[in-house]
T-cell receptor, first 113, second 112 residues
Framework: NAGVMQNPRHLVRRRGQEARLRCSPM?????VYWYRQLPEEGLKFMVY????????ESGMPKERFSAEFPKEGPSILRIQQVVRGDSAAYFC???????????FGNGTRLTVT | GQQVMQIPQYQHVQEGEDFTTYCNSS?????IQWYKQRPGGHPVFLIQ?????EVKKQKRLTFQFGEAKKNSSLHITATQTTDVGTYFC????????????FGKGTTLSVSS
């Protein structure tokens, strides 16, 4: 029973490039969440999606960031024109329902040079 | 917006001592969850509390949910080096569409 799969594990991008982070939820989970974590800081909520729908994107920056969770395939968090301040660990989590416990992936560590 | 505050931010104890972290919300929560993240790892779910005044135990860990459903605590009895990590509380309100909001966590270090 595979857990939440995130890839890549590490991603290095130069300023101005695009970063695409992928997340495959656990089997049977239709709710996906993206969180961002800076060193020695908590998990900052970014976006909550349910198959093909964005439920809550109140934590997403208004520009350059977008997320999707298509009917088929993984959820994608896309960051366009990355800047150094985007460097962080991005965690994806999934759950079978809204108030169910979250299962986290191993995260993608994004470094912008 | 909803905020979840956690204290202390850091705590160092000697092995065998007790440890407590506290969590407070600016709004009433429908439930509260606790997670543990080891250094370099990802958050792992520990427990969920739903009822007002609820107390749950997992071996040396005791979790409480306040009567007003706005605060919670995690208490570890007789800490061990394996308890090292960051403990996060996370809450969700009853509002539709609101996701789990995490506190900043309490990082526990234990010396033997």
């Amino acid at each position: 029973n595979a857990g939440v799969m995130q890839n890549p594990r590490h991603l290095v991008r130069r300023r101005g490039q695009e970063a695409r982070l992928r997340c495959s939820p656990m089997k049977g989970h239709s709710h996906v969440y993206w969180y961002r974590q800076l060193p020695e800081e908590g998990l900052k909520f970014m976006v909550y999606l349910q198959k093909e729908n964005i439920i809550d994107e109140s934590g997403m920056p208004k520009e350059r960031f977008s997320a999707e969770f298509p009917k088929e395939g993984p959820s994608i968090l896309r960051i366009q024109q990355v800047v150094r301040g985007d460097s962080a660990a991005y965690f994806c989590a999934s759950s079978p329902g809204k108030i169910s416990p979250l299962h986290f992936g191993n995260g993608t560590r994004l470094t912008v040079t | 917006g909803q905020q979840v505050m956690q204290i202390p931010q850091y705590q160092h104890v000697q092995e065998g001592e007790d440890f407590t972290t506290y969590c407070n919300s600016s709004t009433t929560l429908s439930n509260i969850q606790w997670y543990k993240q080891r250094p370099g790892g990802h958050p792992v779910f520990l427990i969920q509390l739903v009822k007002s005044g609820e107390v749950k135990k997992q071996k040396r860990l005791t979790f409480q949910f306040g009567e007003a459903k706005k605060n919670s605590s995690l208490h570890i009895t007789a800490t061990q080096t394996t308890d090292v990590g960051t403990y996060f509380c996370a809450g969700i309100t009853n509002q539709a569409g609101t996701a789990l909001i995490f506190g900043k966590g309490t990082t526990l270090s234990v010396s033997s």
